[in-house]
């Protein structure tokens, strides 16, 4: 399966992004993004409550439409045909992208300071998962633990997760999460995204060979939602997508101004 082959049609008024928040009003900026592996167990059980947070959370994103969690409402927007012209394959993949995390980024904090004012949601940004570092074993990865988001394989013969914060979700259009695992994708390893920096010497080269590459790997190893559109149900979509979004995202700007 390709990397967000055949989407499901998302309902035509998902058009919009939450609007732009005062969050950061009273945090030190700029945000720092973490690997995964290095955060300390706090840090990752605030993490994990910050989606089961947002997850939980019902309101009425678009006027006129009936409530629905928010972490289901960021999924509709990635999901939605009047987003994917440009948001995947062409020039709209990275700055589309990165404003898309800073807001479900962004969202997690602000449901974290309304429901939890024991913990500190200036500390509450998306960790990444280093896949390029565990690409020889993405398998043994260090995110894949049932504390965390789910072992590795552990999902019923319907491809349902079975451990993990996960376990338990509906996904947005009202199935279990579903992961079906392709282990004959090969992840693109710390020498190959070095690759992409020096062998690509414009935007229009470089994000396409990342797009369909480097990026693509994560979303068609684990499969199922993550790879289509409605990716975003799998938590794991934010960290396994983040960090070279946001690293080649910057290279990718400053080749656009060779």
Request: contains cysteine.
């Amino acid at each position: 399966m390709n990397v967000l082959a055949n989407p499901t049609p998302s309902p035509s008024t998902v058009s919009v992004a939450p609007t732009t928040s005062t969050i950061d009003a009273n945090c030190s900026l700029p945000r720092v993004r973490k690997n995964w592996a290095t955060l300390t167990s706090s840090e990752q059980s605030n993490y994990l409550i910050a989606c089961q947070l947002l997850k939980n959370k019902q309101e009425i994103p678009i006027s006129g439409q009936p409530s629905m969690s928010l972490w289901d409402f960021f999924t509709e927007i990635h999901n939605s045909d009047l987003n994917n012209w440009y948001a995947h394959g062409g020039s709209g993949f990275f700055p589309w992208h990165r404003r898309f995390l800073w807001q479900f980024e962004t969202a997690l904090r602000e449901v974290v300071k309304e429901q939890r004012p024991d913990i500190d949601y200036c500390s509450i940004t998306v960790p990444y998962w280093g896949w390029e570092v565990d690409a020889p074993a993405p398998s043994e990865a260090p995110i894949w633990t049932s504390a965390s988001f789910g072992i590795f394989k552990d999902t019923d013969s319907n491809g349902c997760v079975l451990s993990g914060i996960a376990k338990d979700w509906v996904t947005s259009d009202g199935n279990c999460l579903q992961r079906s695992w392709d282990t004959s994708v090969s992840f693109v390893g710390s020498s190959g995204l070095m690759s992409l920096i020096t062998d690509y010497s414009t935007y229009e080269n470089l994000e396409p060979n990342y797009e369909d590459g480097a990026h693509a790997s994560p979303h068609n190893y684990i499969n199922g939602y993550m790879a289509i559109f409605r990716s975003p149900d799998d938590p794991i979509f934010l960290s396994s997508s983040l960090h070279c979004r946001s690293f080649l995202g910057y290279l990718g700007g400053l080749l656009r101004l060779r």
